[in-house]
Nanobody
Framework: QVQLVESGGGLVEAGGSLRLSCAAS????????MGWFRQAPGKEREFVAA???????SYADSVKGRFTISRDNAKNTMYLQMNSLKPEDTAVYYC???????????????????WGQGTQVTVSS
């Protein structure tokens, strides 16, 4: 059974930092793209960042220069370092993994079948 488990969310003041982790189990995702999404209250889930199998990255314009996505294939884990947080970053953050397109290299992230349960990030002003 494939599981994605996020951790690292919490309450932080504006300008602060958090590091989210997404630990995968049940299968290896080193050949696949993975991504982060977020959903704020009353809004649709939106793309935040993605990392391809070869380490290439993509970001939403709203987080460019502030967030950094990375992965450790040996640990089957993906990370999201979030700096200079703003109140508008408040949301539930979800990790996503693709398991159908190995070695997918396009910068246009294709949403995968696997989702984590989400972790709450709250940024106070």
């Amino acid at each position: 059974q494939v599981q994605l488990v996020e951790s690292g969310g919490g309450l932080v003041e504006a300008g602060g930092s958090l590091r989210l982790s997404c630990a995968a189990s049940g299968r290896t995702f080193s050949r696949y793209a993975m991504g982060w999404f977020r959903q704020a209250p009353g809004k649709e889930r939106e793309f935040v960042a993605a990392i391809r199998w070869n380490g290439g990255t993509s970001y939403a314009d709203s987080v460019k220069g502030r967030f950094t996505i990375s992965r450790d294939n040996a640990k089957n884990t993906m990370y999201l370092q979030m700096n200079s947080l703003k109140p508008e970053d408040t949301a539930v953050y979800y990790c996503n993994a693709d398991g159908r397109r190995p070695y997918y290299s396009s910068s246009d992230y294709q949403v995968g079948d696997y989702w984590g349960q989400g972790t709450q990030v709250t940024v106070s002003s």
